[in-house]
């Protein structure tokens, strides 16, 4: 089974300038994360979907960020315009339903992104 | 709220000897948690989880997690460390029902030869 895919895997911008992630999540797997990862912390939830519907963007920093999950399948996160504290690892995550909370997150290897 | 803590930003154990990864949490009722491993530039790969069925919970790479209520803790162990363990390992909660999956911050596991 293939796991969650990512791209791209780094990506070094300057501040002000725009970027884009894309996520694949695990075929079947209705719900989708997208998880901020700074240097030396635990990854912290912007938004989480299920199916093409937003269940839960409370952590999104709205007027830099958006995201989308067009058709329930792929996702794509995207910044604009980034500032040097947008630098860390954007990890996207996968689930079969989020219903009871016992669902397993399968996570992406993630993009690591560096404003200068 | 659920909180995750992590006793430990970084912790150092000899090849062969006992890892003992700490995670306390906070909450009214109970919770789900979980343990990941992060191995460099990967994303987190599930160790096990507790779902309420049992309270000690055996996981992936010979790892073990007791879930203790009067302790509020789920500390992660293996009895004797290689290697191949070196990586960052998070604990994470969430409620029964709760959509949001909220993370502790992480202990880097060092093995030394």
């Known amino acids: ?116 | 709220a659920q909180s995750v803590t992590q006793l430990g930003s970084h912790v150092s154990v000899s090849e062969g000897a006992l890892v003992l990864l700490r995670c306390n949490y906070s909450s009214s009722v109970p919770p789900y948690l979980f343990w990941y491993v992060q191995y460099p530039n990967q994303g987190l790969q599930l160790l096990l989880k507790y779902t309420s069925a049992a309270t000690l919970v055996k996981g992936i790479n010979g790892f073990e997690a007791e879930f203790k209520k009067s302790e509020t803790s789920f500390h992660l162990t293996k009895p004797s460390a290689h290697m191949s363990d070196a990586a960052e390992y998070f604990c994470a909660g969430k409620h029964q029902g709760a959509q949001k999956l909220v993370f502790g911050q992480g202990t880097r596991l060092t093995i030394n030869p």
């Open chain 1, 1 to 116: 089974e293939a796991g969650v895919a990512q791209s791209p895997r780094y990506k070094i911008i300057e501040k002000r300038q725009s970027v884009a992630f894309w996520c694949n999540p695990i075929s079947g797997h209705a719900t989708l994360y997208w998880y901020q990862q700074i240097l030396g912390q635990g990854p912290k939830l912007l938004i989480q979907f299920q199916n093409n519907g937003v269940v839960d963007d409370s952590q999104l920093p709205k007027d830099r960020f958006s995201a989308e999950r067009l058709k329930g399948v792929d996702s794509t996160l995207k910044i604009q315009p980034a500032k040097l504290e947008d630098s860390a690892v954007y990890l996207c995550a996968s689930s079969l339903v989020a219903l009871s909370g016992q669902e397993t997150q399968y996570f992406g290897p993630g993009t690591r992104l560096l404003v200068l």
